[in-house]
């Protein structure tokens, strides 16, 4: 089975640091999605709130250049830098799977790649099963 290294450049690119996308067979495990644009600029600097919905829109575009959408997420791993942003991250969750949530790992974490982030997420998905 052929395994697809993908970085779209719907992302922030990756400078050939490491790999976004890795496709094998109809598993798909995406890098942790942090919230930056495809320019690689910080969105929402101090906010979680415009910081979470970057990072659920950037899971949507790697999943995208694989044929799969966010509906086909099984897994996800989000970091947190603050407990007290739970409370305003866990209903944009909410709203982008409303129902069959995929099964989720919740870390609070004194610090992410670069301190502008506040949430970081991973997924796994399976493509063409439901």
Known sequence: MARQYLNPETLSSTSGRYTQVVKSGNMVFIAGQIASDPSGKVVGENDVKAQARQVYKNLE??????????????KTTTYLTKPENFPIWSPIRAE?????????????????????????VEAIAIIGDR
């Open 96 to 120: 982008i799977w409303p129902s069959n949530p995929p099964t989720s790992t919740l870390l609070i974490v004194s610090a992410l790649a670069a301190p502008a982030f506040l949430i970081e």
């Open 61 to 74: 575009a790697a999943l995208k250049s694989i044929g799969g959408s966010l509906l086909d997420v099984v």
